[in-house]
């Protein structure tokens, strides 16, 4: 398996930034994977926050228990929040993933290309 091949596969299926470390591509791969981190967990601080309120409201008894409150209620929470940061945070992700396939597949490929020139 190609170096390229092995890069895009770990920053496809682990973690987005992950190609660019196996590569030894050390700062790209830091910055993907830092704002991949941080986006990740803005969304899950979001989801924490929504969880935590419905489940106060369950336990004070303004709602009940059951999956149709429990589901109008997430469709409210998630109307309220505050939804140009984390459609933002939601890019980035998906741009960090998407970044990091092809461009650690043209590192791979410029790095075995390079490295039969030598040959």
Known sequence: MT????AALLSTLVFPGSGHLYLKKHLIGAIIVLVSIVSGYYLMSIVVENTLAITQKIQTGEIQP???SISK???ENSKNSDNAFSGLATIAIF???I???IDSVRIG???EKSRLEKT
């Open 66 to 68: 059951d999956a149709v």
């Open 95 to 97: 741009f960090c993933w």
């Open 73 to 75: 209620m997430m469709e």
């Open 99 to 101: 970044f990091g396939i």
């Open 109 to 111: 490929h410029k790095m």
């Open 3 to 6: 170096k390229s091949t092995k």
